[in-house]
């Protein structure tokens, strides 16, 4: 039986809600739900809509990553002002992605 777009909508935000600081890469979002890019792409963008998740797109660091999907996705906090919601989760995102990029950046060697 497949995921219904409720389940995979829930446990996205219930996989957010345990990430520290409710954010974390798409990539890892999909790998611990077992969904395809098509399925994530769907859930995220039914989120976005219901003003659920912030989505934040990175350009690659390396030509060689020019097909990964690097996007942030970052819980928007219920209950704030739309402004301070929005601040609040681009700077979740931010620190996910500087933490990525500090730990690619240590290992890779591009020759």
């Known amino acids: 039986m ?3 777009p409720e389940w995979i909508d829930g446990h ?6 345990r990430s520290p600081g409710r954010s974390r890469l798409a990539a890892e979002l999909g790998a611990g739900l077992g969904l395809g890019r ?6 995220l963008e039914r989120l976005s809509a219901r003003r659920r998740v912030l989505v934040v797109d990175h350009p690659p ?5 020019a ?13 704030l ?8 989760a681009v700077a979740a995102a931010a620190a996910v992605w500087e933490a990525w990029l500090r730990q690619f950046l240590a290992v890779h060697r591009c020759g």
């Open 2 to 4: 497949a995921a219904t």
């Open 38 to 43: 098509p399925e994530l792409d769907a859930s």
């Open 81 to 88: 002002p739309r402004e301070e919601a929005e601040a609040r």
């Open 12 to 17: 996205l935000l219930e996989l957010l809600g």
């Open 61 to 65: 660091p390396d030509r060689h990553l």
């Open 67 to 79: 097909r990964a999907d690097l996007r942030v996705v970052s819980e928007l906090p219920e209950g």
